[in-house]
């Protein structure tokens, strides 16, 4: 089955300190992967997308994420993590079924900035 | 403001009846999904319309549940003889073109708590 996973449940940095949040990958073809962010009492946002090319992407607010083939995953990171960052964050993979595609998210992460 | 609607915000129902939640998507988007999500999961997806058809529809839909999209603008999710297991936030999300390259616009979503 095509899908995503991200292995932690809560990430805590401090204020300052690069933040990682890990997403590893399970499809089948070439990955269209994607990152998007929840706030408190917000829809999810957009934060940035791997088609092909490079694989470093840079996104919104300062975010970036490194696409691996080799170790399937795509890892989004922030060299200084902010107080504002703190939200829930999902990576999800285009599902292609019957000619149709969707989006398929892990169970996300909640960050925690610590001032 | 231009962004995905979505009505009513919070629904409060006792099992057994009928809830309607009502989607706006932004203007010219012809891409049309619903996503249901519960408290540490990411969003799962229920249905995707592009312009009036619906295209596909998840296992998870019962036949409790219905969507539309009458003329391609709006759309409306039903879910008949509500049970507790049905209480989650569902969420809308729009998008355009044919191919899924671009990134997915969601609303805040509706939160239905079943009693």
């Known amino acids: 089955a095509q899908s995503v996973a991200q292995p932690e449940d809560q990430v805590n940095v401090a204020e300052g300190n690069p933040l990682t949040v890990k997403c590893t990958y399970s499809?089948?073809?070439?990955?269209?992967l994607f990152w998007y962010v929840q706030y408190p009492n917000r829809g999810l946002q957009f934060l940035l997308k791997y088609i092909t090319g490079d694989n470093l992407v840079k996104g919104s607010y300062g975010f970036e994420a490194e696409f691996n083939k080799s170790q399937t995953s795509f890892h989004l990171k922030k060299p200084s993590a902010l107080v504002s960052d703190s939200a829930l964050y999902f990576c999800a993979v285009r599902i292609r079924a019957g000619g149709n595609n969707r989006l398929a998210f892990g169970k996300g992460n909640q960050v925690v900035v610590i001032p | 403001d231009t962004g995905v609607s979505q009505n009513p915000r919070h629904k409060i129902t006792k099992r057994g009846q009928n809830v309607t939640f009502r989607c706006d998507p932004i203007?010219?988007?012809?891409?049309l999904y619903w996503y249901r999500q519960t408290l540490g999961q990411g969003p799962e997806f229920l249905t995707y319309?592009?312009?009036?058809?619906?295209?596909?529809k998840s296992r998870l839909l019962s036949d409790r549940f219905s969507a539309e999209r009458p003329k391609g603008s709006f759309s409306t999710l039903e879910i008949q003889r509500t049970e507790q297991g049905d209480s989650a936030m569902y969420l809308c999300a729009s998008g355009t073109g044919s191919s899924y390259t671009g990134e997915l616009f969601f609303g805040e979503g509706s939160r239905l708590t079943v009693l």
């Open positions: 203007s010219e988007h012809n891409r």
């Open positions: 319309f592009q312009n009036e058809a619906q295209l596909e």
């Open positions: 499809v089948s073809g070439n990955p269209y």
